[in-house]
Nanobody, 130 residues
Framework: EVQLQASGGGLVQAGGSLRLSCVTPGFAFDDYTIAWFRQAPGMEREGISC????????YYADSVKGRFTISSDNAKNTVFLQMNSLKPEDTAVYSC???????????????????????WGQGTLVTVSS
């Protein structure tokens, strides 16, 4: 199982920004798919973004499209999620995951299921105040 470490969460006012990081120490960062999920209290876990190195594809859920940007730094084995124009409804625990199909699948389906990913990191809490 791949180890993943998510960080960067915190408290921010609506309209503000945060950048989350997902580090994968010891993971061969040459062919990967890394995804971000979030889970708000009492809600199902939602797949929000994904990046695949093989075909350089990305995926964004409609709820974050245009506000969030996923990127990677291969030299640091790290994937970032830049979150801008944050809203109170973005409040959730954010987790990263890997060992799943490439992002092109989710773009075709229009959704990304947690069931498809085998390795998960602990989450980081993002709280957006109104």
């Amino acid at each position: 199982e791949v180890q993943l470490q998510a960080s960067g969460g915190g408290l921010v006012q609506a309209g503000g920004s945060l950048r989350l990081s997902c580090v994968t120490p010891g993971f061969a960062f040459d062919d990967y798919t890394i995804a971000w999920f979030r889970q708000a209290p009492g809600m199902e876990r939602e797949g929000i973004s994904c990046i695949s190195s093989a075909d350089k594809s990305t995926y964004y859920a409609d709820s974050v499209k245009g506000r969030f940007t996923i990127s990677s730094d291969n030299a640091k084995n790290t994937v970032f999620l830049q979150m801008n124009s944050l809203k109170p409804e973005d409040t959730a625990v954010y987790s990263c995951a890997t060992e799943g199909p490439g992002c092109s699948l989710y773009r075709a389906l229009g959704t990304m299921s947690r069931a498809l990913f085998a390795s998960w990191g602990q989450g980081t809490l993002v709280t957006v105040s109104s």
